[in-house]
């Protein structure tokens, strides 16, 4: 029998979609057309962020859809102009706005800045937003483990760690400690963000070809059963089915160490010491 992973646990007990639609670089009419054919093939995340200025096009798509605020997980992330006590604050209000939302599911700090050097002071804020029942979940994104060190030496963890993960680009290390801190690891541009070669790597096409699938699907596969949540883009209809079409297969030990193998070692496209908005 096949395990159900298609949802995960956070700390805290918040239950998330194991796969979200990712909304980046998306805006405007064709971000809410994204979200509106995700939606109606069957995906109940969406992961947004202050900095895709697409907030309130995904946010018009939920009002469209007509399900229910609850049936949808709704992540959003905000920009270091807002990383102090008051300024989350804001930034949960502006977001809310933009998406016509009561709460966001799941909020991040998008990236840490830490020449700004107020990320841990940002994330006091969340967790208190946390307490007062305006977020259900707070977490982090693109953190390294001496970031996510300085967080959890507050005393707070969170409850996740959004980070560029493929199987070329595994940063196993920063997984590992994520782990190791009950921080669920997500993987952004899963798919390798249609890197050249990605998915015609031939580990992928050999174990897609083994299962009647596709190497998109496999890789997500992968994701998900390592335990990682994934927020694969995409504008089109069928690939969007697609990439949610992964539950009905498992990968086996020798695949799973397979797609393993590929880790080439490389970190992320962005140094998160030196980028961040
Ligand atoms: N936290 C952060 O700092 C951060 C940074 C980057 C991204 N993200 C999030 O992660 C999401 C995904 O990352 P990403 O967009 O960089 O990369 P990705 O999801 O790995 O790749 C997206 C690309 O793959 C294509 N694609 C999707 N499904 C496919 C399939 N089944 N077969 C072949 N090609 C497929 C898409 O094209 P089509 O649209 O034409 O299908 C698009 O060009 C973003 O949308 C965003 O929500 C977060």
Redesign the pocket.
């Known amino acids: 029998m096949i395990a159900d992973i298609s949802s995960l646990e956070l700390a805290g007990g918040v239950s998330m979609p194991s796969i ?7 805006r405007g009419y064709e971000a809410a057309a ?1 979200v509106l054919s995700a939606l109606d093939v069957g995906y109940r995340r969406i ?3 202050e900095n ?1 200025e697409n907030e309130d096009a995904v946010g018009k798509a939920l009002a469209q859809s007509r399900l229910h605020r609850d049936e949808i997980f709704v992540t959003t ?1 905000f920009n270091k102009q807002w990383h102090s006590t008051q300024g989350v604050r804001q930034a949960l209000e502006n977001s809310l706005d933009r998406l016509g939302l009561e709460y966001v599911d799941l909020f ?1 700090i ?2 840490p800045n830490p020449q700004q050097n107020t990320y841990v002071e940002a994330f006091t804020e969340l967790g208190k937003l946390v307490d007062e029942g305006k977020i259900r979940a707070a977490g982090v ?2 953190f390294k483990p001496y970031q996510l060190q300085n967080v959890l030496d507050s005393g707070l963890v969170p409850a996740l760690n ?3 993960v ?1 199987p070329e680009r595994q940063s196993v290390d920063w997984q590992g400690f994520n782990t190791e801190h009950g921080v669920r690891t997500e993987s ?8 050249s070669g990605l ?1 015609s790597h031939p580990a992928l096409v050999r174990i897609a070809q083994a299962h009647g699938k ?4 496999v890789t997500l596969r992968w994701h998900v059963q390592s335990g990682r949540a994934a ?6 209809q069928r ?2 089915s ?2 949610l079409d992964i539950f009905d297969f498992q990968l086996t030990q020798a695949e799973m160490a397979a797609i393993n193998a590929m880790d080439t070692g490389a970190g992320p496209f ?1 140094d998160s010491d030196e980028f961040g908005h």
Do not use: V
Request: glycine share 6%; aromatic share 8%; charged share 20%.
């Open positions: 979200g639609l990712g909304t980046w670089p998306m994204a992961d947004t962020a895709y992330k991040l998008h990236w994104s693109n959004q980070i560029q493929d952004y541009s899963p798919l390798g963000r249609k890197k998915l596709s190497s998109a699907q927020a694969p883009k995409s504008a089109d690939r969007q697609e990439n962005t």
